[in-house]
């Protein structure tokens, strides 16, 4: 890792290895080491809490622990000053010739490096996934966005993600929807034909049905082989329905690079492979499960094949195969796991909806044991998404045919406002998502603030063309002068050079919104410098009669602008040149 803030940590690691080397401390638990680059608390440049925490374990009294750290801190090169605040964290304070190489350094080929070295994986990241019975609506929305710019981040700090979306087209619910199918197709003959309470009643299956119509007329009114008519219907149903699955979130660039159908793990039998692996381990038997919580009065104990979670932390064993000799939705769930596996996955991470958060132990547990491998799947809760509209609430229910799908909210709002809502807040935190504040053009609307502080770096950079005194940025390094350069730019400058650090840590824990944090706080100190700028002419960002301070500012504009649209690419938002 090049970047300024690893760098750093690293020289922390260095100092706790000699300090254990002396035998002045003796355990010590790097993780908890914070290095603070982006608050508005912080003293320096860079603060730490290391001090604090190696003083609650030094117990060798014969060193002086606080003269030792910052000793060794300031004989670190690319460091100008350390201090000591009275609350115990050291406050660093780098050279800014040091900052100026880092800056010049960030780019190749006028894009950013992202400076950060990991093993690289091949990482599954499987989203979305809803049952194909209907149109993707808002209660989707959130966990598509969050898997694509997870799979976006993890990309672009050199990992090999394949984006899946897994197709559940087996089982009741598809018999349910092909029979929906077939009562609007009845319908467009004018029968008099009743959807029950089991069934779909979504308009959406009209347009399918009128297809059919167009296709094969009258033919399925009177066709005699009903589990014929019944596979058509499921299965034009199904495809119909991916079809505009696809197509929808297109509209927001959701892409993926594999659909796996639930009909195909169940037709190539990998079941058995997973039921003999299982077998061969002792993991499954036949017993009786306890009666569920509630009062279910036509529940009967019966004897079935269950899968010994209870050893891996569950709270109970799990059914895998009914009473009636079918595998359940858990077993064809972990034959699809086992597939992946086989596919030569280093990581599985599924994104599931706040209503799967009591299937993740068993999950992952029959996951370890069929890849034989610990943690070899991860699985991230998105909470609800309420929809908030001229300050009220929308309630929505799929069964009633009342609810708002992402298309509608595409044309209501925008990609940009959805795929930058949609991750700028923990994932498994509930979020309000109001529809009439999203679309506002003020800095109250953090995707409209960041945009216009991109569009306000690519007018300088523009600007600057018209002069024939200065020259092209890309060319001119040489002519940055540090002494011309603010505090405030200086501020600015630190928060470039953080982040890839950012990028990095965003892919550590998996959180998206560090990312949108980090663009913020970075857009908000650029307008602030602008803003100072119509008071203070020194600056301003071109003086023609200076061309060594102009030719300064230009540069870290001009990396300013590019780190912007790396972030942007990487969330999926536009990047407009002007506004």
């Known amino acids: 890792m090049n970047d300024l803030i690893s760098l750093f940590k690293n020289d922390l690691f260095q100092l706790i290895k000699e300090l254990k080397d002396k035998k002045i401390i003796n355990d010590f638990n790097k993780k908890n080491i914070s290095i603070d680059y982006s608050s508005k608390s912080k003293q320096g440049d860079l603060s730490t809490n290391v001090f604090l925490l190696l003083n609650k374990v030094h117990h060798n009294t014969n060193f002086d622990l606080k003269e030792i750290i910052i000793k060794y801190l300031s004989n670190i090169e690319y460091i100008e000053n350390v201090n000591l605040a009275k609350a115990g964290f050291i406050n660093i304070f780098i050279k800014k010739k040091f900052l100026f190489l880092k800056l010049k350094n960030f780019l190749v080929d006028s894009e950013i490096k992202n400076n950060v070295t990991v093993d690289k994986k091949k990482i599954n990241l499987e989203f979305v996934s809803a049952n194909p019975t209907g149109p993707i609506h808002v209660a989707h929305m959130r966990g598509a966005i969050l898997g694509d710019v997870l799979a976006s981040i993890l990309e672009n700090i050199g990992h090999d993600v394949t984006r899946e979306y897994y197709v559940n087209d087996a089982g009741s619910q ?62 034009f149903a199904v495809n119909s329905l991916i079809k505009n699955i696809k197509d929808d979130l297109l509209l927001i660039d959701i892409n993926f690079d594999k659909f796996t159908f639930e009909s195909k793990i169940i ?26 919580l509630g009062d279910d009065k036509n529940w009967k104990p019966r004897k079935q094949l269950l899968f010994r979670s209870t050893n891996f932390n569950d709270d109970l064993d799990r059914a895998f195969k009914k009473s009636n000799g079918e595998w359940t939705y858990f077993a064809n769930d972990a034959s699809y796991h086992y597939d992946k596996y086989m596919r030569g996955f280093d990581k599985l991470i599924n994104i599931w909806g706040a209503d799967h958060i ?65 991750i700028s807040t923990k994932s498994e935190t509930p979020m309000d998502f109001n529809m009439n504040k999203v679309i506002e053009k003020n800095k109250e609307n953090p995707v409209f603030y960041c945009q216009y502080a991109y569009a306000r770096s690519s007018s300088v950079i523009n600007k600057s063309k018209e002069y024939k005194k200065i020259p092209n940025v890309l060319d001119s390094f040489d002519l940055f002068d540090i002494s011309t350069i603010s505090e405030y730019e200086w501020e600015i400058i630190l928060k470039i050079l953080s982040w890839p650090y950012v990028l990095l840590q965003s892919a550590e824990s998996m959180q998206p919104h560090r990312i949108t944090n980090y663009l913020e706080d970075l857009c908000s100190h650029f307008h602030s410098f602008w803003n100072r700028g119509k008071d203070d002419n020194s600056l301003r960002m071109i003086d023609e009669n200076d061309i060594g301070k102009t030719m300064s500012k230009l540069i870290w504009v001009y990396f300013f ?19």
């Open 561 to 579: 602008k590019v780190t912007l649209k790396k972030i942007f690419t990487i969330i999926g938002i536009s990047a407009p040149e002007s506004m």
């Open 358 to 422: 009591g299937y993740i132990n068993r999950m992952k547990s029959i996951v370890d044991v069929i890849s034989n491998k610990k943690n070899y799947l991860d699985v991230f809760i998105c909470q609800i998404v309420r929809l908030i509209k001229d300050k009220k609430y929308l309630k929505m229910s799929k069964r009633d045919d009342n609810f708002i799908t992402l298309k509608e909210m595409y044309h209501h709002v925008g990609k940009d406002a959805l795929r930058y809502f949609m």
């Open 267 to 292: 037709k190539d039998k990998i079941i058995d492979k997973v039921f003999y692996l299982l077998e061969g381990r002792n993991l499954i038997y036949e017993g009786f499960l306890e009666k569920p």
């Open 174 to 235: 598809i018999f349910n929807l092909g029979n929906s199918l077939f009562k609007r197709y009845q319908q467009l003959f004018n029968l008099n034909i009743q959807l029950i309470d089991s069934e779909y009643p979504g308009t959406y299956l009209i347009p399918i049905a009128n297809e059919i119509k167009k296709l094969n007329g009258n033919k399925w009114l009177k066709f005699q082989n009903i589990k014929e008519r019944e596979s058509y219907f499921n299965t």
